[in-house]
């Protein structure tokens, strides 16, 4: 999946979250949480390229929604572990959409040993121009402008 079909499903997320929590920042939370996956593991792709090379490494992990979930409860006590729940969901939702269990010891990581990605060249221009050159991410960012522009705008 591209960038902002993430970035759509993650404001659908957060949208519902919200109505659930009458908490409008649950849209943010599920936002950043649907593409912090991504964010995370390519630029440890970018950094350490030959370990973890593949883009789909600890944040494509089953164990890191575990991580999150754990972090949320430690420091929020009370009903803020709501967004941090939906930060969970999100990263759930982003691996379900990449298809992680087509990779299971990558899913699974570390119970079924090391990640199996491969290399891309030229990661960044490829993907890049494969972005902008589709018509769905545009109808996408679309989409996700108007959900963040309505959580913005709300008067409570």
């Not at 969970?88 to 699974?108: C, K, N, R, S």
Request: contains cysteine; charged residues 10%; negative net charge.
């Amino acid at each position: 999946m591209l960038i902002f079909a993430h970035i759509f499903a993650g404001a659908l997320l957060g949208l519902g979250f919200w109505h659930l929590t009458n908490d409008r920042r649950a849209v943010l939370f599920c936002v950043v949480g649907s593409i912090l996956p991504d964010l995370v593991d390519k630029s440890l792709g970018l950094v350490f390229p030959s370990v973890l090379g593949g883009g789909r490494t600890v944040f494509h992990a089953l164990m890191i929604i575990m991580v999150i979930l754990l972090c949320t409860l430690i420091f929020f006590r009370s009903m803020a572990t709501w967004p941090g729940a939906g930060m969970a969901g999100a990263v759930l939702l982003h691996q379900i959409m990449d298809e992680m269990w087509t990779l299971p010891a990558d899913w699974f990581w570390p119970l079924l040993g090391p990640f199996t990605g491969h290399m891309i060249l030229d990661y960044i221009g490829f993907y890049f121009w494969h972005e902008i050159t589709s018509p769905s991410e545009w109808i996408f960012m679309t989409g996700s402008l108007a959900i963040l522009a309505k959580t913005y705008y709300y008067a409570e």
